[in-house]
């Protein structure tokens, strides 16, 4: 149902008891197709009443009012969202935007890959995904822009969803109000109310979508660098890990495995027999995965181009194609809006797959496009003055200037796609060409895709992994990704990374290495990647010594796969991330509020890193509850900070509940699990513990178990919820004082 909201319609629609949606018309019409929101999602129409001049309806949980004011929304009688009065709706040209009150809002979190601080209360944000490979502190845009957000009090809290891909704007920087405005496309967003986080992000993940299961080997340690650029050097590198038994799934080719950079090619002379190479690695436990780029080189001759070219499936600029400088020199861009482009691009892979790829690596996404003086400037201190980090080209401050800087860096906002112009459909190219490329492979293989990916949209849980991009070898980075990783796990996105040892330039202390690594072990998706021109960042580059500390963090992420993979059951289950803030989990100890640098891992792992060089004490939060020093098996009380060592050999780490383990092994089904090593840490305590084939979508069709574990006043138990499969066969209990193993 419609109903008129000063000069436009406004259509409300009943999600579910705690999720409404507010669309807006545009000059009467409603245009909005979104390309990320569940098709099967049931909507229901607002029963409206009036009271005195106000519309109303209820759900269970909220009370909308709407007049020609705004909308007013109150949960139990108290009034928990507000539009400004008059300010509800404006409209500017093409630009839409809506204010509302602060109220009692103490926090803003989300919107995916943020840089800087937790909070973002008090700031302005753009959506506009961007390259800048030169970034810092205080970048923003970047790569992935979410535009969800969780908004907190200390009472409550809920979700916002403009589901809109135009550049757009966050402004919290007014105390009594804060707004949200596009340059073009509607207004067009969801309101999701939530007792506390953990709700909101349920809400949230029934509109845009969950995460399948990765193939487990996804979740073993991976191994990357700009470039291993021969067939000899990816051995080498492979038979280094396995002589040191080293664990490691995963060694990536970046893009110089291409014949001159052109996607779905390969180098024949750096890589001679390709499938023979892919084949041999698999033997013995790796997998590879190749980069693609959107770029399709601009070359006559070279069948993708062609084809595109024929069919038109690239972007335009008028009647011409559009076109732009990426590595391959001057490219045209797939139009991902469009259905068949996608199902080409993705039918595309199977020349890869054939050739024994597992996985690919989207990169440059945003889209990320350079002039030809940039590129040949790049071309210039990369190749031949040997670089490794790019010049930060024209930094700012100033809003205005920052947002003629970004739009230089992709394709003009006059480009068009099937679905519209570029203004209105650049947050959503990279989300789509993820779409395109999971689909294709899910369509080839059968088993589970895996695809990294650099830019995305809300939602690109449904098709790839996330890494943070170009950080840098330096602690502040490290610090950095402590707080992007949390801020696109709130924005809905479990399987989240950053680059470990930093990317550009040369790492100058193995300390640094080493604390990075303790850290990886704690994001879901742990890789090492390092830039072209750097210092080498294999685990045996720094010495025996280092070499050793980290070597056991590596197994210790090996052993907590079956913890890790439970969690992104969970994340399938119910969108819960892995990465969770402080305040996610422990939202009823307000001391948690503005908590950022520790998080959790899952629902029982506290990790607090380490983040200064040359550190080894730090203070740590506890949140109220009991916690085990992991290392110690020290009891603490929380809900108070506490002084902890931190010796180079230790990432201070706090633990509760069950965890559960497996042992160790050079890669992932190198041998069968039998033994299911639970540690628990609490006489009271439950956990879910989920196991399958990890690489097909069997599961989708029951073949999995889910073994409820419980400790009841120092008693171990366990209880199958279902069972399916053949997996584990013993659970081997470590209680405060006993073990006891029980056969299952
Ligand atoms: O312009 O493919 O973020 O991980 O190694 C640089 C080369 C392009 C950027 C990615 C980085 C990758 C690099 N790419």
């Known amino acids: 149902m419609e109903i008129q909201f000063k000069n436009e319609k ?40 009036k009271d005195n001049e106000k519309l109303f309806f209820t759900t269970d949980f909220l009370k909308v009012h709407i007049s020609d004011k705004g909308i007013e929304i109150f949960n139990k009688d108290i009034l928990i969202h507000s539009d400004v009065e008059e300010k509800g709706y404006l409209k500017d040209n093409k630009k839409i935007s809506t204010y509302k009150k602060m109220l009692d809002t103490t926090g803003f979190y989300g919107f995916g890959m943020r840089r800087g601080k937790l909070n973002k209360k008090g700031e302005f944000l753009i959506n506009w995904n961007t390259d800048d490979p030169n970034h810092f502190f205080d970048t923003d845009p970047l790569y992935e822009c979410h535009p969800f957000f969780i908004a907190l009090s200390e009472t409550h809290c809920y979700g916002i969803f403009f589901d809109n891909y135009s550049r757009s704007y966050f402004d919290f920087r007014d105390k009594d109000f804060y707004s949200f405005t596009a340059e073009d496309g509607e207004l067009d967003y969801y309101f999701s109310y939530g007792e506390n986080p953990k709700v909101v992000i349920q809400e949230f993940s029934n509109l845009v979508g969950k995460t399948y299961l990765p193939p487990a080997w996804a979740l073993g340690y991976q191994q990357s660098r700009w470039s291993y650029r021969s067939a ?109 482009v996608r199902r080409w691009w993705g039918e595309n892979h199977k020349f890869l797959l054939e050739n024994g790829v597992s996985g690919i690596w989207n990169d440059m996404n945003e889209p990320a496009i350079m002039s030809k003086v940039d590129y040949n400037l790049m071309n210039l201190i990369f190749k031949f003055l040997h670089f490794n980090y790019p010049p930060a080209i024209g930094k700012t401050t100033e809003i205005v200037d920052k947002i003629k800087k970004i739009i230089m860096k992709t394709l003009p906002d006059e480009a068009t796609h099937k679905a519209g112009t570029h203004l209105q459909l650049h947050n959503i190219y990279g989300y789509l060409m993820c779409k395109a490329t999971f689909e294709g492979l899910r369509k080839i293989k059968k088993d589970r895709p895996f695809i990294l990916t650099r830019s995305g949209f809300s939602g690109i849980q449904k098709y790839a992994a996330v890494w943070g991009g170009d950080n840098q070898s330096t602690w502040k980075h490290l610090e950095m990704s402590i707080i992007s990783m949390q801020n696109l796990s709130t924005s809905g996105v479990p399987f989240v990374g950053e680059d470990v040892g930093g990317f550009w330039k040369s790492l100058k202390s193995s300390e640094l290495f080493v604390r990075w690594i303790e850290l990886g072990v704690f994001y879901p998706f742990f890789r090492v990647h390092s830039a072209l021109n750097t210092k080498r960042q294999e685990p045996w580059s720094f010495g025996k010594k280092y070499e050793k500390i980290i070597v056991d963090y590596i197994k210790l992420r090996y052993r907590l796969l079956p913890y890790i993979y439970s969690c992104f059951y969970e994340a399938k289950e119910k969108g819960i991330p892995i990465i969770r803030s402080l305040f996610f989990e422990f939202f009823e100890d307000k001391n948690t509020h503005n908590i950022e640098d520790e998080f959790m891992f899952g629902p029982n792992i506290l990790v607090a890193p380490i983040y200064k060089e040359g550190t080894t004490t730090r203070k740590v939060y506890l949140p109220k509850g009991k ?54 840490y609490s006489d009271n305590c439950e956990f879910i513990f989920y ?38 066969k013993k659970l081997k209990f470590t209680l405060e004082k006993e073990e006891i193993e029980i056969d299952i």
């Open 10 to 49: 406004l259509k409300c629609e009943i999600i579910s008891d705690r999720t409404i949606r507010f669309h807006f018309s545009k000059e009467g019409n409603f245009n909005n197709q979104s390309f990320v929101i569940d098709e099967n999602l049931i909507r229901k129409t607002p029963d409206f009443k």
């Open 232 to 340: 000899k050097e990816v051995k080498n590198i492979a038979k280094n890990f396995r002589k040191r038994n080293i664990p490691c799934d995963v060694i990536y080719l970046d893009i110089d495995y291409m014949d001159k950079y052109k996607v779905f090619t390969i180098n024949n002379k750096k890589f001679k027999n390709f499938k023979k190479m892919t084949e041999n690695l698999k033997d013995i436990g790796f997998k590879i995965v190749t980069i693609i780029d959107p770029g399709v080189k601009i070359e006559n001759g070279y069948k993708i181009f062609e084809e595109g070219v024929k069919k038109e499936y690239f972007c335009k600029m008028g009647k011409e194609l559009a076109t732009g400088y990426v590595w391959p020199g001057e490219c045209a861009f797939p139009d991902f809006t469009d259905e068949n």
């Open 627 to 680: 916690w085990t020093d992991f290392w110690s098996g020290e009891k603490i009380e929380g809900g108070k900070y506490i002084e902890t060592k931190a010796p180079l050999e230790k990432i201070p780490l706090f633990v509760r509940g069950i965890i559960p383990m497996s042992d160790t092994q050079n890669f992932v089904g190198e041998k069968k699990q039998d033994i299911l090593y639970v540690n628990v």
């Open 691 to 728: 196991e399958d084939d990890g690489i097909s979508f069997d599961y989708e069709k029951g073949l999995f178990n889910l073994i409820k574990i419980k400790v009841t006043n120092g008693k171990p138990d366990y209880e199958y919820i279902h069972k399916s499969f053949n997996g584990i």
